[in-house]
């Protein structure tokens, strides 16, 4: 059976506050994996590097059978490692989610898949600031002070009037309701990454959430989520399930259409 265990460095207890030795926080796993490639896999959080209660520098830890490895995450506000099959060889990964930034108003954030290959730690994904994971949504304004969100892999689509929005309508549409730009939507980094078995078949897929907006980071528009999924062939990452979740005031305002 496979199981899934996700632990954060909120949930940390200070281990070595008062030594000469760095200020270490440590979150641990459990053992999984079958019984030739079994290992146990933890975050150790350097906290006296910085100086800092909060910010500090992450390590993956991965303790085989006869070996210890060890993966510089880098500085880190936060961490959480989930364990669990990912691609289906009935052999763990581990999924690893860290909040690198505070600013911008939605934070900014590194998401990481590793496997256990020949006593090795290998990424099989990794999406950041620097090499962001395209998910396939995409805005446009149509006439009629509408905004249509789009997933360009899944085929979804979702359209909102917004002639009765004060903040979006007069500042994209003219009086006659057409488009005044051709503005695009501007995505975050992935802020939520949590296995989920959608299809119960026991291989994890990844929930994924991101902040959307629109002409503007300040400009919320919702929140894309999406699932991916391995895609064994393709030895690739795959959308295979796309939402939009409108912000608060867009729901307000009358929903014209999904797909």
Same mark, same amino acid.
């Given at each position: @059976? ?8 909120? @949930? ?29 896999? %933890? ?67 590194? $998401? ?13 994904? $990794? ?33 909102? $009037? ?74 690739? !990452? ?5 939402? !939009? ?11 014209? %259409?999904?797909?």
């Amino acid at each position: @059976m496979t199981r899934i265990l996700a632990l954060t460095s909120a @949930m940390l207890v200070l281990l070595s506050s008062q030594t000469d030795f760095p200020a270490i926080r440590s979150i641990t796993t459990d053992k999984y994996g079958s019984e030739n490639k079994n290992f146990s896999a %933890s975050i150790i959080c350097d906290y006296d590097r910085y100086n800092d209660n909060i910010y500090h520098q992450a390590y993956l830890k991965v303790d085989l059978e006869t070996d210890t490895i060890i993966k510089d995450l880098g500085g880190s506000f936060g961490d959480t490692i989930f364990v669990c099959d990912i691609d289906g060889d009935s052999i763990d990964e581990i999924v690893v989610q860290q909040t690198k930034g505070m600013s911008g108003g939605a934070g900014q954030y590194d $998401s990481s898949i590793f496997t256990i290959t020949a006593g090795n730690v290998e990424t099989i994904f $990794s999406s950041g600031s620097m090499n962001k994971f395209d998910t396939g949504f995409l805005a446009e304004l149509k006439s009629g002070c509408q905004l249509e969100i789009r997933n360009n892999f899944t085929g979804y689509i979702k359209t909102f $009037s917004l002639a009765d929005n004060s903040k979006y309508c007069p500042a994209y549409f003219d009086e006659n309701g057409e488009p005044l730009c051709n503005e695009t939507v501007l995505s975050d980094n992935f802020r939520e990454f949590i296995p989920e078995d959608i299809d119960g078949d026991g291989v994890y897929e990844i929930a994924c959430l991101q902040y959307l907006s629109i002409g503007g980071h300040s400009n919320h528009i919702g929140d894309a989520e999406c699932f991916l999924k391995y895609n064994i062939q393709g030895n690739n !990452f795959e959308v295979v399930k796309a939402e !939009f979740i409108p912000k608060k005031e867009l729901e307000n305002n009358y929903f014209l %259409s999904s797909e």
